[in-house]
C-alpha cells in the first residue's frame, strides 16, 4: 500500500523495488535528518513492511510537530529488501554511505536482519531491530552489535509466556498429542525449538507426532494441510504469520481442520483476522496488537489514529515501530548527539513511558533487548475484539526462564 500522505519532506517516490528514496541532495536539505529502513515491502509478507513504514510515517509527523531530533525535521527514506538477506544488507550500507541516512531502523524479518547486523557492526551507526524476533540476534553476545538495539518482541519471551499459558490449557482439554507447522527459517526453527522446550518442561507428557515446514511465502498449503490431518495430532502449534497465516486458516478451513485439532499460534494480528474469510472461534492466540490490551486509553486512541489515517488496523510490527522512535526520541535528548556509541550508551538500561507496555513503560536492557512490553494469551472469536479471555503474562517468570534458557546456550 503506498502512503497517501507523506508531508512537505516526503521525497518518496514509488519504484519497482517499493519505495525507494529520490537522491540525496546537498543545500536546502542539509538540516534535514534522514533515517533509513528497509524492509519486505512486496510479496506474500509485505504486511511485516508496510505496516512497519505507516507506523513509522505517524512517528515521522508527531516527531516533526514537535520540532524535529536536535532541531533537525526528520524524514524517513524506504527500501523494499523482498526478505533477502544479501539485498537487506545491500541497502543498509547504500543507506548510509550513498543515501545520507544518519540512523538505522531495520524492520526487517530475522531471515535478513542478522545480515543487516553484520554491515551496523562495520559501520558503527545506531540502528533499532523492529521486526526480529530470533532470540540469538541479541541474546548471544557473539551476535549483538555494539550499536544495535532490538524493540521488538523477542521468541523467548514469547516462548515462556506462550508455553505457560498453553501448558494449562492442553491440561485442563487433555491434550497431549501435538503438531508443528512453522516458516522454514531461523525465526521459525528456533522460536518453535524453544516452545517445545518450554512446553514439555510445563507439561512433560506433550508429545509431538509430525512437523511441517513449508516455505516462507509459500502460497498453497495442500500438502502440509493433508499432512498434518493425518496425523490425527490433537492440537497444532504454528508461528506462521502475515499473509502466510491467513492463506494457511483460509486453505485448512477448507478442509475442516479446526474441527479435527485446536490450533494455537502467537502471530494473529488484525490485518490477519481481516484476511481470513471465518476467523474460526478458540485458536489460541497471544496478543500482538489489539486495542485492549493493555486495555489503557492512548492504545486505543493510537489503534483509531492508525485506522484513520491508513484505513487498516495496525500490526505488532507497527507498535514496534513506534516504540523504537520512542526510544530513538529518548536516547537523542539524552546523548544530545546522533553518533552510534553515545546513542547505545544513552539507551542502554533505559525506560520509557509508552502505552505498549504492560506496567505503562518499556526498558532496553544491558543485552540490547526489550522488556516489559504487554504480552498475554487468549482465543479468538468471529467478532470484536476478536480475542478474549486474555491473561496477562508473568514477566518475573519470562525473566526467570529466560535467564535458565540464556545459561544453557551459555550466552551468560
Same mark, same amino acid.
Given at each position: 500500500?503506498?502512503?497517501?500522505?507523506?508531508?512537505?519532506?516526503?521525497?518518496?517516490?514509488?519504484?519497482?523495488?517499493?519505495?525507494?528514496?529520490?537522491?540525496?541532495?546537498?543545500?536546502?536539505?542539509?538540516?534535514?535528518?534522514?533515517?533509513?529502513?528497509?524492509?519486505?515491502?512486496?510479496?506474500?509478507?509485505?504486511?511485516?513492511?508496510?505496516?512497519?513504514?505507516?507506523?513509522?510515517? %505517524?512517528?515521522?509527523?508527531? +516527531?516533526?510537530?514537535?520540532?524535529?531530533?536536535?532541531?533537525?525535521?526528520?524524514?524517513?527514506?524506504?527500501?523494499?529488501?523482498?526478505?533477502?538477506?544479501? /539485498?537487506?544488507?545491500?541497502?543498509?550500507?547504500?543507506?548510509?554511505?550513498?543515501?545520507?541516512?544518519?540512523?538505522?531502523?531495520?524492520?526487517?524479518?530475522? &531471515?535478513?536482519?542478522?545480515?543487516?547486523? /553484520?554491515?551496523?557492526?562495520?559501520?558503527?551507526?545506531?540502528?533499532?531491530?523492529?521486526?526480529?524476533?530470533?532470540? &540469538?540476534?541479541?541474546?548471544?553476545?557473539?551476535?549483538?552489535?555494539?550499536?544495535?538495539?532490538?524493540?521488538?518482541?523477542?521468541?523467548?519471551?514469547?516462548?515462556?509466556?506462550?508455553?505457560?499459558?498453553?501448558? @494449562?490449557?492442553?491440561?485442563? #482439554? #487433555?491434550?497431549?498429542?501435538?503438531?508443528?507447522?512453522?516458516?522454514?527459517?531461523?525465526?521459525?526453527?528456533?522460536?518453535?525449538?524453544?516452545?517445545?522446550?518450554?512446553?514439555?518442561?510445563?507439561?512433560?507428557?506433550?508429545?509431538?507426532?509430525?512437523?511441517?515446514?513449508?516455505?516462507?511465502?509459500?502460497?498453497?498449503?495442500? /500438502?502440509? +494441510?493433508?499432512?498434518?490431518?493425518?496425523?490425527?495430532?490433537?492440537?497444532?502449534?504454528?508461528?506462521?504469520?502475515?499473509?502466510?497465516?491467513?492463506?494457511?486458516?483460509?486453505?485448512? &478451513?477448507?478442509?475442516?481442520?479446526?474441527?479435527?485439532?485446536?490450533?494455537?499460534?502467537?502471530?494473529? @494480528?488484525?490485518?490477519?483476522?481481516?484476511?481470513?474469510?471465518?476467523?474460526?472461534?478458540?485458536?489460541?492466540?497471544?496478543?500482538?496488537?489489539?486495542?485492549?490490551?493493555?486495555?489503557?486509553? /492512548?492504545?486505543?486512541?493510537?489503534?483509531?489514529?492508525?485506522?484513520?489515517?491508513?484505513?487498516?488496523?495496525?500490526?505488532?510490527?507497527?507498535?514496534?515501530?513506534?516504540?523504537?522512535?520512542?526510544?530513538?526520541?529518548?536516547?537523542?535528548?539524552?546523548?544530545?548527539?546522533?553518533?552510534?556509541?553515545?546513542?547505545?550508551?544513552?539507551?542502554?538500561? %533505559?525506560?520509557?513511558?509508552?502505552?505498549?507496555?504492560?506496567?505503562?513503560?518499556?526498558?532496553?536492557?544491558?543485552?540490547?533487548?526489550?522488556?516489559?512490553?504487554?504480552?498475554?494469551?487468549?482465543?479468538?472469536?468471529?467478532?470484536?475484539?476478536?480475542?478474549?479471555?486474555?491473561?496477562?503474562?508473568?514477566?518475573? #517468570?519470562?525473566?526467570?526462564?529466560?535467564?535458565?534458557?540464556?545459561?544453557?546456550?551459555?550466552?551468560?
Amino acid at each position: 500500500m503506498v502512503s497517501r500522505k507523506i508531508g512537505r519532506r516526503g521525497v518518496l517516490a514509488t519504484g519497482a523495488a517499493g519505495l525507494v528514496a529520490a537522491p540525496w541532495v546537498a543545500g536546502a536539505q542539509a538540516k534535514t535528518l534522514r533515517i533509513g529502513m528497509q524492509s519486505i515491502i512486496s510479496g506474500p509478507i509485505a504486511l511485516l513492511g508496510t505496516s512497519s513504514r505507516n507506523a513509522l510515517m %505517524m512517528e515521522q509527523d508527531r +516527531i516533526n510537530a514537535a520540532g524535529g531530533f536536535l532541531g533537525r525535521p526528520i524524514e524517513f527514506v524506504f527500501r523494499d529488501s523482498k526478505g533477502q538477506p544479501q /539485498e537487506a544488507a545491500r541497502v543498509a550500507r547504500e543507506l548510509v554511505n550513498s543515501t545520507g541516512c544518519e540512523l538505522l531502523v531495520d524492520a526487517e524479518a530475522s &531471515s535478513a536482519s542478522f545480515a543487516v547486523q /553484520e554491515v551496523v557492526r562495520d559501520l558503527g551507526v545506531a540502528c533499532l531491530h523492529t521486526n526480529s524476533e530470533t532470540s &540469538s540476534l541479541t541474546a548471544d553476545p557473539k551476535i549483538r552489535a555494539p550499536t544495535a538495539f532490538r524493540v521488538a518482541r523477542q521468541g523467548v519471551h514469547d516462548a515462556v509466556a506462550g508455553s505457560l499459558y498453553l501448558a @494449562d490449557f492442553a491440561t485442563a #482439554k #487433555k491434550l497431549n498429542k501435538w503438531a508443528t507447522c512453522s516458516p522454514d527459517y531461523a525465526y521459525g526453527r528456533d522460536t518453535t525449538a524453544q516452545y517445545l522446550q518450554f512446553l514439555k518442561q510445563f507439561k512433560p507428557d506433550v508429545e509431538v507426532i509430525t512437523e511441517a515446514w513449508p516455505k516462507l511465502g509459500q502460497p498453497d498449503f495442500t /500438502e502440509v +494441510i493433508t499432512k498434518l490431518i493425518q496425523a490425527k495430532p490433537q492440537a497444532l502449534f504454528s508461528l506462521l504469520y502475515a499473509g502466510d497465516l491467513s492463506a494457511f486458516v483460509n486453505q485448512a &478451513s477448507v478442509y475442516a481442520l479446526f474441527s479435527q485439532m485446536t490450533m494455537a499460534t502467537p502471530n494473529v @494480528d488484525y490485518p490477519v483476522m481481516a484476511a481470513i474469510k471465518q476467523l474460526p472461534a478458540g485458536i489460541q492466540s497471544a496478543t500482538r496488537y489489539v486495542e485492549t490490551f493493555p486495555d489503557v486509553p /492512548e492504545n486505543k486512541a493510537w489503534g483509531q489514529a492508525y485506522l484513520k489515517r491508513w484505513n487498516e488496523r495496525p500490526t505488532n510490527w507497527s507498535w514496534q515501530n513506534t516504540v523504537a522512535m520512542q526510544f530513538y526520541e529518548e536516547a537523542i535528548k539524552k546523548a544530545n548527539s546522533l553518533d552510534g556509541k553515545a546513542l547505545a550508551a544513552a539507551l542502554t538500561g %533505559m525506560k520509557i513511558k509508552t502505552p505498549f507496555g504492560a506496567d505503562g513503560t518499556i526498558t532496553m536492557r544491558e543485552d540490547h533487548t526489550t522488556v516489559g512490553y504487554a504480552l498475554g494469551w487468549g482465543q479468538t472469536t468471529p467478532k470484536e475484539p476478536f480475542i478474549i479471555d486474555i491473561k496477562p503474562a508473568d514477566w518475573g #517468570k519470562i525473566v526467570e526462564m529466560e535467564t535458565e534458557w540464556k545459561k544453557q546456550q551459555k550466552y551468560i
